[in-house]
């Protein structure tokens, strides 16, 4: 029988990533730059890391963070759909996370809102 606690899996988190880029569907969005606003949930076995205290063993969440803001910051996309299912793509094909949670915000997009977006949950394989 299987130890279930060999299939636990820890999360690394980074709250409120804010990038701008271009993002829209209408023609006055398609000229300036918007903030977006990234909240990410990362599932990584953190017994390894914790064992060695070694940075090379860990997720390196300053390098999630470096890659997700230069594909955004460069991205061109109409929905923010279509932008949240590229970021997290990115994540568990480049840093081999098992698992993404994402929640992509656009503030300011609707009046009375403090924010309109999408959250999406994603896994390897």
Known sequence: MPNPE????????????????VIGIYDWERGIR????????????????????????TLDYAAVCARITEFVAQSQFGLVETLAERVAAIVLD???VARVRLKLSKPGAIRNARGVGVSIERSRG
């Open 6 to 21: 060999s299939h636990r899996l820890d999360h690394v988190f980074i709250e409120g990533l804010e990038i701008e880029a």
């Open 94 to 96: 480049e840093f081999k």
């Open 34 to 57: 918007q903030p977006l606003v990234f909240d990410l949930e990362m599932a990584f076995d953190n017994r390894v890391p914790a064992a060695s205290d070694a940075i090379g063993d």
